[in-house]
């Protein structure tokens, strides 16, 4: 009998640290995951469609974070998109997120709320459907 299919992340931070912990810690909660710290890669590698959750940092190097979600939405795969921020986001912040598709605003450096944020992606509504006017 085959084993099920585990849910395939892809981790986008600029930290090389936080790359290794967050795999570390969602490949121990049962995700497959890849890495990488670009943008540019980042969406080269969602083409491939193999992937069902976006779990991406706020700042990237490469690319300011509404530049790069605004591509990913035009991607003809879309994947869940939760997003990690340092900072409590606000109001106007948690809208423009909401406006660019993604699932989830989570606090980048509480792994719980993290895991937790991606173990739900595929069962919770994303925010943008979620009637945020």
Same mark, same amino acid.
């Given at each position: 009998?085959?084993?099920p299919?585990?849910?395939?992340?892809?981790?986008?931070d600029?930290?090389?640290?936080?790359?290794?912990t967050?795999?570390?810690?969602?490949?121990?909660?049962?995700?497959?995951?890849?890495?990488?710290? &670009? +943008?540019?890669?980042?969406?080269?590698? /969602?083409t491939?469609?193999?992937?069902d !959750?976006l779990?991406?940092?706020?700042?990237l $190097?490469?690319?300011h974070?509404?530049?790069?979600?605004?591509?990913?939405a035009?991607?003809?795969?879309?994947?869940?998109?939760?997003?990690?921020q340092?900072?409590v986001?606000?109001?106007?912040q948690?809208?423009?997120?909401a406006?660019?598709?993604t &699932? +989830?605003?989570?606090p980048?450096?509480? /792994?719980?709320?993290?895991?937790?944020a !991606?173990?739900?992606?595929?069962?919770?509504? $994303?925010l943008?459907?979620?009637?945020?006017?």
């Amino acid at each position: 009998m085959e084993a099920p299919k585990k849910n395939t992340v892809l981790i986008v931070d600029n930290s090389a640290d936080a790359l290794l912990t967050l795999q570390g810690v969602l490949e121990k909660a049962g995700f497959d995951t890849q890495t990488t710290w &670009s +943008g540019r890669e980042a969406l080269a590698l /969602l083409t491939s469609g193999e992937f069902d !959750v976006l779990l991406v940092d706020d700042y990237l $190097p490469d690319l300011h974070s509404g530049d790069f979600l605004t591509q990913v939405a035009m991607l003809p795969i879309q994947p869940w998109i939760v997003v990690m921020q340092a900072a409590v986001p606000t109001a106007d912040q948690l809208l423009r997120y909401a406006s660019l598709g993604t &699932s +989830g605003v989570v606090p980048k450096h509480h /792994l719980a709320e993290v895991c937790k944020a !991606v173990a739900t992606c595929c069962v919770a509504e $994303p925010l943008a459907n979620a009637g945020v006017d």
